[in-house]
């Protein structure tokens, strides 16, 4: 299904070097994945809904809350220096 000058074109496409050896293993390999597409495009799939995903996907994170935040003098309290309500940092030019 797939020969070595399939290989060495995708190779040079990717500008990959590759080995007699890894030429060979590659044109193997990529053949066998190409048998198994065909093998599962003979498949009869109508009753088969689309899916983005084998299984079903759940959000783990945990629900929004709405809470007080911090006040403007609890949010600078570990500030090294702060000037009117606000950080001062070292100006970076």
Do not use: C
Not at 21 to 26: A, G, K, P
């Amino acid at each position: 299904m797939i020969e070595r000058k399939d290989v060495e074109y995708v190779a040079w496409l990717a500008r990959l070097e590759l080995s007699e050896e890894e030429i060979e293993r590659f044109t193997r390999q990529l053949g066998q994945v190409l048998e198994h597409a065909e093998k599962i495009k003979s498949l009869d799939t109508r009753e088969i809904k689309p899916t983005s995903h084998p299984i079903s996907l759940k959000n783990v994170m945990r629900d929004d809350v709405v809470r007080p935040g911090l006040t403007q003098e609890e949010a600078l309290s570990n500030a090294p220096r702060s000037e009117g309500g606000y950080f001062v940092v070292p100006r970076i030019i």
